[in-house]
């Protein structure tokens, strides 16, 4: 079936095809990351955009001596599948097989390992600028979406790569056909254009003759055409930039000459490719947001809806951010891009004018949401644990030490399966804990979630919950309940062993506690720690075990353990969580299991502290 493709295991082999080849090549690669992705799940709509940019890369440049960053890095299933890891994608994301992800340690033309938006040319740059100090004759390419080009990373490396006169070169791969509005230079630039008074009479003269003969759409698309055209070529050429574009990403007539003339080029150079998303998959094309990142699924069908279930975490937020915004006016939800990852598709439908999306901007997110509760908003931040890592300073020094009231939900705390190391929020409680003025939560089941985002939305001063990716066990309730800050609970009463859980680890400390007949606390509070439960447990057992899902250094266990020692506390202490390394890709379930975070393993590693002590 894939006759052509099967004969590519390096470039080398791609760049001795013959040119009239590389249409069937891109249609079998197409076809075959279709296929794959739909037996293992994965980033699909992005990576069928790329195929035919891929191709062309490969093609035109030397690689891996030429260097290519892809930002990201969720695209680049075809550069996988060219570079010797055709076979491997049938283990893609599972433990033990390939990343969806570009990683240094997978292959040699992985050059540099992304994951978290906005950084290719930053790399690009410090390798271009290598190169040239060590005299090689060397290409470095960065290719960046035009959703990262809202960060404010990606303009920070574009200013600096200017001034550098390094041999780079830039692709944006445009696959929404603009740049996103928050990008400021650019909408300035175009508000001034767009405002003067001959454009406006003569625009609104037109459309209504336009309209007239049925011809306004298109006058339209031409209008947008013509931004697209002036606009960016600009803006980038005033960072320093020769600019070139756009051209169409999926037309290698146009892609590989155009990249065989910029390759003899010297300096910085930006080129503007225009893409679209699930390119040659109808389904994926018409909605390219639900093929994002599906799970298994038949081609020939497209993706099903599920019948039911449990709702997850990030659903319980939805429900409660639009139930608690129907009872206070206040209510402001903001988001860096992550919509439909963070529950937020009602809420936005019903509250339009109380949702923002700001783009790929996570330290923007958290200092606008402190501009909004200066003025008597009350916002909540939707973000992912390892998203908010990017806007830590801005958290502290624009929220916490002015002890604005920002609510934050911080999903995906935890392992998250198939994203891997880069997206795992294995560092919250150690980075959240030691933030003056912050309360920092952590729910067991669906209704403490809400219970928590209630009790945070109702303070007056910074507070997080963080809760797990996937499905939330419990019943809701439809009222909006607070609960006393600081305060835990005993659910289950035993003997010598006391564990204290943490979030999503009351469940197994719970099975395990029945193996063992040990007490069992549900701490539910990171900061502050509930002082008299902890006392209390103190006094009347020998063992103590925190069990939480994140690294032990510097977490929860660690918060215990500070107290503990002030107590003066005489018993054993266990820290159960995440070891001290990176943990990769797989089932959530079999790598909880692999650090002993599941029942069997807390009570395996209880057992064996008892039978030493």
Known sequence: MYELLKTIDDPAQLRALERRQLGQLAEELRAFVLESVSKTGGHLSSNLGTVELTIALHYVFDTPEDRIVWDVGHQTYPHKILTGRREAMARLRMLDGISGFPRRSESRYDTFGTAHS????????????????????????????????????????????????????????????????PVGALTNYLARLLSGRVYSSARRASEHLLKRV????????????????????????????????????????????????????KGPQFLHVIT?????????????????????????????KSAGGKPTYSHVFGAWLCDMAAQDPRLVAVTPAMREGSGMVEFSARFPERYFDVGIAEQHAVTFCAGLACEGMKPVLAIYSTFLQRGYDQLIHDVAIQNLPV??????????????????????YAYLRTVPNLTVMAPSDAEECRRMLTTGFGTSSPAAVRYPRGAAP????????????GKGEIRRTGKRVAILAFGA?????????????????????????????IRKISQEHGLLVTVEEHQVMGGAGSAVCEFLTEANFSGNVLLLGLPDRFIDHGDPAKLLASVGLDAAGIATSIRRVLRDG
């Open 407 to 428: 609510l934050f939900a911080l999903d995906r705390g935890g392992l998250v399966g198939g994203d891997g190391a880069t997206h795992n929020g294995a560092f919250d």
């Open 276 to 304: 679209r998303k699930g390119q040659g998959y109808k389904l994926a094309e018409d909605d390219p947001i639900a093929y994002h990142g599906p799970g298994k699924f038949n081609p020939a069908e497209g993706l099903q």
């Open 118 to 181: 906005s950084t290719s040319i930053s790399a690009a740059l410090g390798m271009a600028v290598s190169s040239k100090l060590k005299k090689e004759n060397r290409r470095c390419i960065a290719v960046i979406g035009d959703g990262a080009m809202s960060a404010g990373m990606a303009f920070e490396a574009l200013n600096n790569a200017g001034a550098m006169d390094a041999d780079l070169l830039v692709i944006l791969n445009d696959n929404e056909m603009s740049i996103s509005p």
């Open 505 to 533: 680890m009351l469940k197994p400390a719970l099975e395990a506690a029945e193996l063992l007949d040990a007490t069992v606390a549900n701490m539910r509070f990171v900061k502050p720690l509930d002082a008299d439960l």
């Open 474 to 485: 419990g019943e809701i309730q439809k009222e909006l309940i607070s609960i006393p800050i």
């Open 214 to 265: 049925g011809v306004w759409e298109l006058a339209r698309r031409a209008e947008e055409h013509v931004k697209g055209m002036v606009t960016p070529s600009t803006l980038f050429e005033e960072f320093g930039f020769n600019y070139i574009g756009p051209i169409d990403g999926h037309d290698l007539d146009a892609l590989i000459p155009t990249l065989a003339n910029i390759k003899k080029l």
